[in-house]
Each structure stands twice: as structure tokens, then as C-alpha cells.
């Protein structure tokens, strides 16, 4: 028995993401890839390889024969087994909904099956492409609505660790899933462009809906890894006031030794196990070092080199971490510090305050752009 069911139409769309409604995606792992949703999982109708041959069947003999040739390959077993993943994941999810690329075949020839099992499961109307389109249209209007406040500082100063204290801030580099420097690759990898944004504009989404006209972000550029921020949005950071927080040498080395070296180990112990794990730290180390010798230049880099191979040498075979400093204090003075005082000197007319990190906090906690001189 055909069960029909309302779609879900774009005047719903913000409520979809604001409440994190379970959503199930019907197109090829290879497009999900590419980019999908937060709260999203892949079941696809199809596998690359069988999505690929009803598209060539299409552009050769026409739609009728596209739509046998997937109900071929999609039949028997292979179907029963994918049925079982939808049901599963209709069972989970009572509130679950689906979508493929343009809420057309796929979706409602999945919901139909679903149907004549006796469960119900709304689609998007117009599908992955409709809500992609309406969150590119936020992030626009978001941008434009809201204010930016950008909150600098040298390399390790900390300013990712202030931002969770801040209810208005939102962490590009948690988005991005990346530090933003040149040692700032996370052992997970980086989502896709598509995934940035969106993440971004739903972030943004949150942040109107619990009443914050102003946003923190932390000072970055264009690029953090290899996510980019999107155009409009870079724009706006390029013009917003900044609030420069301020740490002492010694703390900046702490906090880079613990990030670059006791958390990153970690990291990676977490990753690939304890066997394993002090070569992988060696190699992210030692490789990202490298990916800055053009800048430092020949001299400076071999020093860093052997400076930073003789504390992996002494960590390794007794524990202790301490010479580690032989690379980082160098590295801020020749690398981090002289990149800064060149980014902040363009950056001067929009200073706004300059304090420590308690200063810094209060301010930003208090600071409403349209009451500033």
C-alpha cells in the first residue's frame, strides 16, 4: 500500500538544521563525498559504479531504459540488503528523512520501498541541491546581518583556548578541522569545501537563533588548511574590527609545546596505537618543518632540523620532552613572530583594544559594535 507523504519544502529547511533531524542521503558515495549535511548518513540507492552505468545507459537509450537497468542492478539481494540498512535507519531515526540530488528518482523510489514495508519517511523537495541552495542564500544573508569582531594574537597565544569561553564565538579552526598554521594539520582529515560551508553557515544559523548580532572569530587567513573561507564571508573578516590578545614569550612556548608536541603524540597514539604512534608524530613534525624551508631559508631550517631531531631522539629514548623548546623558541623568532608583525601592521587601523587574555575576554564579552567610538 502506497503511503503518501507531504515533502519537505524550503520554508523548513532552517528548522531541518537547527534541530538536527536525522537525514538519510540516497546519492552515490562518490557525491556524498563532495559534500553533504551535518547529521547526515550515506545509504545509497547506488554504488558509484552502478550510478555511473545507468548514467551512460540514460545518455545512450534514454530514461526508460536508465530506470530497468537500475531497477536490475538494484534488485534481489542487493536490494534486500539495502533495504535493511534503510529500515534500520527508519527504526533509529522515527523523525528521518531522505534525500538524493534533486529529490527526484532516487528519493522517491526509496520511499516508495520504504512505504510497501509499512514506513513512512518524508523527502526534500528538490533534494541535496534545493538545501545546499538555501544554505549558500544564508550564509549570505547571515553575513551581511551579522557583526564580526576578530580576535588576534601572536602564534600561541592561546586564542583558540578563549573561544569556547565566549558564547558569541564561532572556531573556524574546529570547523575546518585544522590550526591554521603551518604545523596545524589534524591527524583527521580535513572535510570538504562543501562540508566547511555548510558547517559554517549552520554555525552562523545557531548563532542568530540564540541572539548574538556580533561574532567572535579567531584571526586566519583566506585559507585554513585547504578550506577556504567563502568569498562574501572573507570579505567581511577583511574589514571587521580586531582585538589583539597578549602573552608572554615563555607562555607562547607552552602553549605551542603542548599543542605541537604532549597533545599532538597523543593524538596520534589515539589514532594508530602506541606502536606506532611516536613515528607518526616524527614524521607530521619533521614534514611540516619542511614545508616552511623556503621561508626560513637553508641555514635556519637545517638548524631547526637538527634541533628538532635531537629532541625526538632524547623524548624517544627517555621521555622527556623538554628539548623540544631547542626548536620552538627559534621557530617563533625567525617563523611565527615576523609573519605576524606583518599581518597585524595592515591590520592596525581596525585595532580596537589590546589586552590580556582576562582583558581580552571581559572585552569581548561586554563589546557591542554599535556603542564603540
Not at 540514460?58 to 536508465?66: H, S
Not at 538555501?134 to 544573508?141: G, I, P, Q, T
Not at 548563532?207 to 585547504?226: K, M, P, Y
Not at 580586531?242 to 602573552?247: A, G
Amino acid at each position: 500500500m502506497t503511503v503518501q507523504t507531504a515533502p519537505i519544502t524550503a520554508d523548513q529547511f532552517k528548522s531541518l538544521f537547527l534541530n538536527n533531524v536525522p537525514m538519510m542521503d540516497m546519492r552515490a558515495p562518490i557525491e556524498f563525498k563532495k559534500g553533504a549535511f551535518p547529521n547526515t548518513v550515506s545509504l545509497p540507492l547506488m554504488t558509484d559504479s552502478e550510478r555511473q552505468k545507468v548514467g551512460t545507459c540514460y545518455k545512450r537509450d534514454g530514461q526508460a531504459a536508465a530506470i530497468a537497468l537500475g531497477h536490475q542492478l538494484v534488485r534481489g539481494k542487493v536490494k534486500k540488503q539495502r533495504m535493511a540498512l534503510w529500515l534500520e535507519f527508519a527504526k533509529q531515526h522515527p523523525d528521518g528523512i531522505l534525500y538524493c540530488f534533486r529529490g527526484g528518482l532516487r528519493s522517491h523510489t526509496v520511499q516508495q520501498w520504504l512505504s510497501d514495508e509499512g514506513v513512512t519517511m518524508p523527502l526534500i523537495e528538490g533534494g541535496y541541491k534545493a538545501l545546499r541552495q538555501f544554505l549558500l542564500s544564508e550564509l549570505e544573508r547571515l553575513t551581511a546581518k551579522l557583526n564580526f569582531v576578530i580576535l588576534a594574537g601572536h602564534t600561541g597565544s592561546g586564542k583558540t583556548v578563549v573561544l569556547p569561553q565566549l558564547a558569541n564565538a564561532i572556531d573556524l579552526e574546529g570547523l575546518a578541522n585544522h590550526r591554521g598554521s603551518s604545523f596545524g594539520r589534524q591527524i583527521s582529515a580535513q572535510p570538504s569545501q562543501i562540508d566547511f560551508e555548510n558547517n559554517l553557515t549552520i554555525a552562523l544559523m545557531r548563532a542568530e537563533q540564540a541572539g548574538h548580532s556580533t561574532i567572535v572569530l579567531e584571526d586566519e587567513s583566506f585559507l585554513i588548511g585547504r578550506c577556504a573561507m567563502p568569498p562574501c564571508f572573507h570579505d567581511k573578516v577583511q574589514t571587521a574590527p580586531v582585538v589583539i590578545m597578549q602573552k608572554s614569550q615563555q607562555q607562547r612556548e607552552q602553549q605551542i609545546h603542548h599543542e605541537y608536541v604532549t597533545s599532538q603524540l597523543a593524538g596520534f597514539v589515539d589514532a594508530v596505537g602506541e606502536s606506532e604512534s611516536f613515528t607518526a608524530f616524527s614524521e607530521f613534525l619533521l614534514t611540516s618543518l619542511v614545508k616552511i624551508k623556503k621561508r626560513l631559508g637553508d641555514l635556519r631550517f637545517n638548524e631547526l632540523h637538527q634541533a628538532m631531531t635531537t629532541a625526538l631522539d632524547q623524548q624517544q629514548q627517555t621521555g622527556d620532552v623538554a628539548g623540544h623548546y631547542q626548536w620552538i623558541t627559534p621557530l617563533l623568532q625567525w617563523y611565527y613572530d615576523p609573519m605576524y608583525s606583518y599581518q597585524i601592521e595592515k591590520k592596525k587601523q581596525r585595532i580596537i583594544f589590546e589586552s590580556d587574555q582576562d582583558g581580552v575576554i571581559d572585552f569581548l564579552r561586554q563589546y557591542q559594535p554599535n556603542k564603540q567610538s
